[in-house]
Nanobody, 121 residues
Framework: QVQLVESGGGLVQAGGSLRLSCAAS????????MGWFRRAPGKEREFVAG????????DYTNSVKGRFTISRDNAKNTMYLQMNSLKPEDTAVYYC??????????????WGQGTQVTVSS
């Protein structure tokens, strides 16, 4: 089991930027693909972005392509989500997740507690 702790959320105006971080501990970080998910008020949790264990492959949901960038630093056991050109519809609780495999596939096996991102119009 891997423990995940998100940070970096907050309140930002539309058009602004935030960078989320996810610190991992408890297992060899570079064994697992990682991902970001989010849950907006009244909606189900959705996939935002994923990255393979060594960062060679990334994937994004269509609504964030060109605005969000996922990355990881395996030496620091940390994953990031750089969010630019934020929109009010990006408002959600953002969750860090660790997949069971080195690639982004299946359901993640570990989840963080979440960090709130609020984008004002």
């Amino acid at each position: 089991q891997v423990q995940l702790v998100e940070s970096g959320g907050g309140l930002v105006q539309a058009g602004g930027s935030l960078r989320l971080s996810c610190a991992a501990s408890g297992r060899t970080f570079n064994n697992n693909a990682m991902g970001w998910f989010r849950r907006a008020p009244g909606k189900e949790r959705e996939f935002v972005a994923g990255i393979s264990n060594f960062g060679g492959t990334t994937d994004y949901t269509n609504s964030v392509k060109g605005r969000f960038t996922i990355s990881r630093d395996n030496a620091k056991n940390t994953m990031y989500l750089q969010m630019n050109s934020l929109k009010p519809e990006d408002t959600a609780v953002y969750y860090c997740a660790a997949y069971r495999l080195p690639v982004v596939a299946g359901i993640p096996g570990s989840w963080g507690q979440g960090t709130q991102v609020t984008v004002s119009s």
